[in-house]
């Protein structure tokens, strides 16, 4: 009963996500595997774009939750009796939470899928926010707040996980940039719309010592509305018509354990490189989007509103700048392939890192400019997030069994990579704001070098070509792929 049953749950998601094959005309854009080949937003009927929306929307309302304190910090500052020393340390709580959860969230994707660990995940980490909005009285209840929104990041490695399932590689790179891309957006809105939010409950007659409190109700809100709607959704992934799970899935041909999967996705030397070159691409954007703010408020004497609106020209990038990294990644493994994935990662965020040490630069001048500096920031911006929607066109090529522990140590590597460039620049007063910045980029310059270690026997690396034949067995090993040698998803589609 139990094997029947089983068998008919993959039917209807192989009917669902466009069946196998694609002579009939419903099955149109779909490869034998049930995945969309392109990436088509505005086709709704489609169940792929139905699951693409849901996934940034969801993204979206976490990057709001986690991204909402900084833009009305001079409103929880007397609330909440903090000290200088309170924000920097928020900060790190709420890169740590992200760190844990993101860790937590790969595996779970790859053995509940990503659906219902996404779902999840938004309406506990609703409930505790709101729970700790309402309590917070204290220094350590900031903390706790921040660490609680920061929990919320951990559907990231969900979303990624869930869209390298259902897009084909011909479009997984384009398909993950920007459902990252457009969701990452939720932290600019944060930052325009929590302190006009705030100013709205101020304005109804809401006392002040509670107004904060109530402004939180927004990002609780978008929290559980989203979550409920991913559970909502009938499936997390297409099937295959033999019965394969989809990239990450259970299947009925191959059951792994928990500790077999972690234990293949750790063992990838490649996951770790792209943790680091994460950890200082989109490691970058974390430590501006919560200095950001604050660095205008002080250095360029703007109010509230109009600091959390320059804050968010940084965050806003990301609707365009990281589908742009996707695109650039897909386009240029036609030509290239994973050796021209690479190359092209290497260079953007080498870039996105010199522009950063210039942003720094110009903010520690005498008599700074406010719009040349807001440029400088805005094209270093495009630069680090095109980056990071660069890393996620290769992430899925790395393993197959293990996508979401992948997708979870290189997303975890850029809370990794902010956390230590918080403590290291932005904690004490042994650097200033401007110095601090300059020396992140650096940083970043040097934790990109090591993509030249990255070598797939099948695809090449930076510095060499293939070493072993595509569909080479002895490959499978080399490419954690076991007994799927013979499978496509390492194909890069020419």
């Known amino acids: 009963m139990v094997t029947m049953a089983k068998k008919k749950v993959v039917d209807e998601e192989c009917c669902y996500y466009g069946g196998v094959g694609g002579d009939d005309d419903g099955c149109a854009g779909v490869d034998a595997d049930g995945r969309a080949t392109e990436l088509r937003p505005l086709a709704l009927s489609s169940p792929h774009t139905q699951a693409f929306h849901l996934a940034w929307l969801s993204l979206f309302a976490c990057f709001f939750a986690a991204f909402a304190a900084p833009p009305i910090l001079p409103a929880l500052r007397p609330a909440l009796v903090l000290s200088p020393s309170d924000a920097p340390t928020a900060a790190v709580?709420?890169?740590?939470?992200?760190l844990v959860g993101r860790l937590a969230m790969g595996p779970a994707c790859d053995l509940l899928g990503p659906r219902r660990a996404s779902g999840a995940a938004s309406l506990l980490t609703a409930l505790a926010l709101a729970v700790t909005a309402a309590t917070a009285s204290s220094p350590a209840g900031f903390v706790a707040l921040r660490f609680v929104a920061g929990l919320s990041l951990a559907n990231f490695v969900a979303n990624q996980h869930w869209m390298s399932g259902i897009f084909a590689p011909s479009a997984v790179g384009l398909a993950n940039a920007v459902a990252a891309g457009w969701a990452n957006v939720g932290s600019a809105a944060a930052q325009v719309v929590m302190p006009l939010a705030y100013e709205l409950v101020l304005r109804v007659g809401v006392p002040i010592t509670v107004a904060w409190r109530v402004t939180y109700l927004l990002p609780c809100a978008l929290l559980i509305t989203t979550g409920l709607a991913v559970l909502a959704f009938p499936y997390d992934l297409p099937h295959s018509g033999g019965g394969g799970g989809?990239?990450?899935?259970?299947?009925?041909?191959r059951r792994r354990s928990f500790w077999k999967v972690v234990r293949a996705g750790v063992g990838n030397y490649r996951a770790w490189v792209l943790a680091l070159t994460y950890g200082y691409c989109y490691g970058v954007e974390l430590i501006m989007e919560n200095v950001a703010a604050d660095f205008?408020?002080?250095?360029?004497?703007?109010?509230?509103?109009?600091a959390g609106a320059a804050a968010a020209c940084f965050g806003a990038m990301n609707a365009v700048a990281r589908p742009a990294g996707g695109v650039a990644s897909d386009a240029v493994a036609t030509r290239f392939g994973m050796q021209g994935r690479l190359w092209v990662l290497w260079a953007v965020q080498t870039a996105g890192a010199a522009l950063c040490v210039l942003v720094g630069r110009m903010g520690a001048a005498e008599a700074p400019s406010l719009a040349a500096t807001m440029a400088v920031m805005v094209a270093c911006a495009a630069f680090v997030?095109?980056?990071s929607g660069l890393t996620f066109g290769i992430v899925p090529f790395v393993s197959k069994r293990s996508l979401g522990v992948v997708s979870g140590m290189t997303a975890s590597g850029g809370a990794v990579g902010a956390i230590v460039t918080n403590r290291l620049f932005f904690s004490g007063s042994q650097y200033t704001v401007e110095e601090a910045i300059s020396l992140t980029g650096a940083a970043s310059l040097l934790c990109t070098l090591p993509l030249a270690l990255v070598h797939f026997p099948r695809h090449g690396g930076m510095l060499c070509g293939p070493?072993?034949?595509?569909?080479?067995?002895s490959a499978a090993d080399d490419d954690d792929y076991e007994d799927d040698a013979d499978d496509d998803d390492y194909m890069l589609l020419k």
Do not use: Y
């Open 296 to 306: 205008f408020r002080k250095r360029f004497h703007l109010p509230m509103e109009a």
């Open 467 to 473: 070493t072993t034949a595509v569909g080479d067995a």
């Open 385 to 387: 997030q095109a980056a």
């Open 246 to 253: 989809g990239a990450g899935g259970k299947t009925a041909k």
């Open 93 to 98: 709580g709420s890169l740590s939470a992200t």
